[in-house]
């Protein structure tokens, strides 16, 4: 009894501390003092408990996963997830952005998967960089073992850039052989292309991770297939039952589709990808003939039609290469986003895999794109958009039989810095409070995201492409495309090394516990759903003899 009248006084104290946003408004986002008679000791205090009583309550699911839904936030790094949290915080109202912020709500607010239980760091380094590259780091996650980068599918005996290596190296089986092994559904989605490096890792072997088309490969024709090709003639890509993605170009010839039809490329080094097949083969059409009962899409129209839920198989490949950022779609797009496409796909899957369950990879891979741009704004969109993505699949399925895991493959180099103030504009200046500086030694003003390297060194406020540059004006740096300031000036910003978050419920998710190598995801997710590697543990012939 006195522990319900204690959490009754705490949810009633907790939900009473309402900042006044007039109030900060009115006396500047350097005037916080205020804020001592709402957030007392007792505030706090109240707060401890909550969140003791939260874990305190905490139950270990030890079932077997039915289902098993990865989400990789492509070079989503810790910082990311902060800032990206702000962000939504002062920028999203009933989860849309807005330009008229509320910077009131930034730094209490949550991304929906920091509500999971279990939290985990994974150490991203492979066999032989120590900031790595996301095939590497996606091999880890899919097989269960670290490789050389810049590689797919291979075990560390593989040598970038060599076709011939893999005559003396090992083939990987990966998350989606143990799961079709098993019997379960299987998909994939991305928001880069379906041969980029993350969905890739878990069909591919590939001594090169760019060798998406033929017409990339050069000499090394003839020892590896391009990617490509093995995602629609090899195993365990031709058996899998859903992917959705970008990156048409790798599969048909050049000169098969009109430039007007091919959707704008967001890389960050062209406007076109060039990658095509120099074998004149159509893929597409080779699929469809070994798929007769199942359907190729290429826009949302097509994916809504009533008989594509019965669909034997689904290969939806939305764009000539990337699809759009999330800032980028109109109302009536016909391009699907990522949230869409995963509750497609979930409500797909379920219905045909039955008892049998199933596995699905969601990539928010825009968020790295975004952030080798410099593009720091852009970066936490897209990080607001997986999330979208992740909370509708969560509540979709819930998690008592589903386990669900989000995590990162690789970091970047962006930081958030400058003693600013706690209701500054995540994405502008940095505003003092008294102690910290508005302004940096040569008298410049600094944005509070910046970056270790890439676009944003030179000071020129205006690219040669009339892109945005620092330093900026308080309503520049809000801009999806403007460059956040960088420590060393580079074309492209690179990755980062430090490890990257974990975050994961349902059964078998307290299993992440600590600081795991990158590696130790996949052997969870096999021993969680008793598939692959670990099916013969005790538990798991325990379950199949009970089923």
């Not at 607010?109 to 760091?121: K, Q």
Request: hydrophobic fraction near 35%; proline fraction near 3%.
């Amino acid at each position: 009894m006195l522990r319900l009248i204690l959490l009754t006084a705490v949810c009633l104290l907790c939900s009473s501390h309402k900042i006044d946003k007039d109030h900060v408004k009115n006396r500047g986002l350097k005037d916080t003092n205020y804020l001592e008679d709402l957030e007392t000791t007792e505030f706090w205090f109240a707060k401890g408990e909550e969140e003791l009583s939260r874990a305190l309550s905490k139950k270990e699911n030890n079932g077997r996963a039915k289902n098993i839904i990865i989400f990789v936030g492509d070079g989503m790094s810790l910082p990311t997830v902060t800032a990206a949290r702000v962000y939504k915080g002062q920028f999203l109202v009933n989860n849309t952005e807005t330009q008229q912020g509320d910077l009131t709500e930034g730094n209490s607010a949550d991304i929906y998967w920091e509500t999971f239980p279990n939290v985990a760091h994974s150490k991203t380094y492979s066999i032989n960089y120590m900031v790595p590259d996301s095939a590497a780091t996606a091999t880890a996650i899919f097989a269960g073992a670290k490789t050389e980068g810049y590689t797919l599918g291979f075990d560390s005996h593989i040598r970038y850039d060599d076709a011939a290596s893999s005559e003396y190296s090992e083939p990987l089986e990966t998350i989606l052989d143990w799961a079709q092994a098993a019997g379960m559904k299987t998909g994939f989605i991305s928001n880069t292309r379906a041969t980029h490096a993350t969905p890739a890792a878990l069909y591919a072997k590939s001594a090169n991770r760019f060798w998406e088309c033929d017409s990339d490969m050069g000499s090394q024709q003839g020892i590896h297939k391009d990617i490509a090709l093995q995602m629609i003639e090899d195993s365990p890509a031709k058996e899998t039952d859903l992917i959705f993605s970008g990156g048409l170009a790798a599969f048909v010839n050049y000169d098969l589709v009109d430039p007007d039809e091919r959707h704008k490329d967001f890389d960050y080094t062209s406007n076109f990808w060039n990658c095509h097949r120099n074998d004149e083969r159509n893929l597409i059409d080779e699929w469809q003939a070994m798929n007769p009962t199942g359907k190729f899409l290429m826009n949302r129209t097509q994916m809504m039609e009533e008989l594509t839920m019965t669909s034997d198989k689904l290969l939806g490949l939305f764009s000539w290469s990337y699809l759009p950022y999330e800032d980028e779609y109109e109302p009536d797009s016909e391009i699907p986003t990522l949230e869409e496409l995963t509750r497609y796909a979930i409500n797909y899957l379920d219905n045909k895999a039955g008892d049998a369950g199933f596995f699905l990879m969601v990539e928010g891979g825009l968020i790295d794109h975004a952030h080798h741009s410099s593009h720091a704004t852009r970066a936490l969109s897209e990080t607001v958009g997986m999330e979208r993505a992740v909370q509708a699949a969560h509540e979709m399925l819930g998690d008592e039989e589903t386990l669900f895991i989000v995590t990162a493959d690789h970091s970047h180099t962006m930081s958030i810095g400058g003693y600013t103030g706690r209701f500054s504009d995540i994405t502008k200046e940095v505003h003092g409070d008294g102690y910290g500086a508005d302004h940096a030694s040569d008298h410049e003003s600094f944005t509070i995201l910046t970056y270790g390297n890439g676009h944003g060194f030179e000071k020129n406020s205006v690219s040669a492409d009339g892109e945005i540059v620092r330093p900026a004006t308080p309503e520049e740096s809000r801009e999806y495309r403007y460059y956040q300031a960088s420590a060393v000036p580079l074309g492209s910003e690179t990755h980062g090394g430090d490890d990257v978050g974990i975050w994961a419920a349902g059964p078998m998710s307290h299993l992440f516990h600590g600081v795991h190598q990158q590696s130790y995801i996949a052997h969870v997710m096999s021993y969680a759903a008793c598939i692959g590697p670990h099916s013969n543990k005790d538990r798991c012939i325990e379950a199949a003899t009970r089923r």
